[in-house]
């Protein structure tokens, strides 16, 4: 049975589902989600920062030794392409089919976009407030459906649909529950509070060969679902979490403070030119359109009874 066969059935069988099924089936179903094929690179249907290597993986290797990090975490890890350069330290990448959390640890948990690809549910704003936006089929194609009136914080007006990270509340709390102290980075793109108006009818969007693509409904398990991060929102749920927001910023800045004590002279710049292309691409391309949250956890003090 095919994705679309399989939301098909389920749609038949329990009406509208909410989009966060949907979205979940389309990209991480065992037999056909997307993320269950190989789509990175030139042929596939998009790049990372993580096929600039090494750079990318150097970069974040000299993180961890200025932090003194000796264990990595990588949910979202893909094919683990930092595996190389994160040889020696205490690394484990985890994806679909591979991979466990550790029950408790210290170390770094790297959320490179990992957050942009976990389901989200949708609220659209109507006449009588706000109501969920479900996934209902007609003449068989997957069309948007009303749902249930929904309670939404204040929303700014002018906005009509937005995204509700219910799998990046998941995943923050799934990470909380299993490192004991250490750091959280997430390297992603998304908007604060603030920037949300830039999005008034969302932010999700799917990419097929390089090319987007604006509805997300067409061809479950073909195409990529993505979702801009709430970085206003992440940030609440990681302090509910127990983690301390260290530093906010680009992409480009985060790792040219990361290179700048020596001027990457660890990079070995001058010798690889195609080394010195990778690190430009980081700064300023995806450096400027990504963003750079670390967080840190600190390890609770036991309380002792007083003698």
Known sequence: MSVAELLRAEIALHGPIPFSRFME???????????????????????????????????????????????VVQPGAGRAALAETFAGLDYTPLDIGYGAWPEAFAGLVLAHEFFDALPVDLAERSEDGWRERRVGESDGRFVWTPGAAVTMDAIDEGIEVVEVPVGMQRELRRMAARIESGHLLVLDYGYSRREQIRFPQGSLMSYRKHRAIDDVLADPGQQDITAHVPFSTLEAVAGECGFELVRSESMGSFLLRIGEADHFAFL????????????????????????????????????????
């Open 268 to 307: 070995n710049l001058e010798a690889d030119a195609n080394r010195r292309l990778q690190l430009k691409s980081l700064l300023f391309d995806l450096g400027e359109s990504f963003r750079a949250l670390w967080f840190e956890k600190r390890e609770r003090p036991v309380n002792r009874a007083p003698k």
């Open 25 to 71: 089936v389309a990209l991480y179903d065992p037999a056909g989600g997307y993320y269950r094929q190989d789509r990175f690179g030139r042929g596939g249907d998009f790049y990372t920062a993580e096929q600039l290597q090494p750079v990318f993986g150097l970069l974040l290797r000299r993180f961890c030794e200025q932090q003194g990090i000796g264990r």
